[in-house]
């Protein structure tokens, strides 16, 4: 389930670290929304049921430690929880208007509900929306190119926690090929980030394959990193 939020921006720049605007905005709403809910889900550490990216249609390039971004943004949302999602539509909806500390203020232009999609094969090809973020497994801060050591166990170490904590099941037979991938570095919270922008064929239960393209792939998921796209 997604939505597609088009957002205006007060000044056409915003700091390389942006994604954490986005969810500030994010977390807005739902706490405006339910604040039960919120603490819920932010109160201690868990997997949340929800990814995100955003698309600068306007975007013209990178001055320094800046993007010049333009004044539009659309920030696309998806989740496998239809609470959640109301939620955060009803939020957006009463919080039109969102000052992000002294880098920008967003304006909330429109919501859209994108048609729900549903996969019923054991194979899809995926196309990241947002890059990825693979971690070394028993070292979370390290991140991972398709192309490195130990990408493949923490690849499926991660889907391996997804199955198990929203469809209470393993995903031992799942298969992957990653067929074109491209090692991107992002700043995160003031950190260089390894991450990948792939095509990727993924072979596993439809169930899995629904589960992925809703809630994204990767670790990070909600905070902008993972959101996939069908394109077969």
Known sequence: MRLQIVI?????????????????????????????????????KTLK?????????????????HLQVGTRALLNFSTIDPILLA???NGLREQKHFPWGSYNRFTVHQIRM?????????????????????????HNLQYLSAEDEGFD???KHSIRLLCQHFLGRSC???KYEI?????????????????????????ADAEILNLLYDVGIGVRRSQGFGMVEIIK
């Open 8 to 44: 205006e921006l007060e000044q056409p720049e915003l700091p390389r670290d942006y994604r954490s605007g986005f969810m500030s905005l994010i977390k807005a709403a739902l706490e405006k929304a339910d604040g039960r809910l919120f603490r819920k889900m932010y109160d201690k």
């Open 49 to 65: 049921p929800f990814t995100f990216s955003v698309y600068f249609p306007e975007m013209k390039g990178i001055n320094g430690h």
């Open 87 to 89: 939620h955060v539509y």
């Open 114 to 138: 994108l048609p729900q999609v549903r996969i019923k094969t054991s194979t899809c090809t995926f196309k990241t929306l947002s890059p990825f973020l693979v971690n070394r497994r028993q």
């Open 153 to 155: 166990e923490g690849f």
């Open 172 to 174: 031992d037979d799942m």
């Open 179 to 203: 067929i074109n991938s491209r090692k991107m570095v992002v700043f995160h919270y003031d950190q260089p980030m390894t991450c990948n922008k792939a095509v990727i064929v993924i072979q």
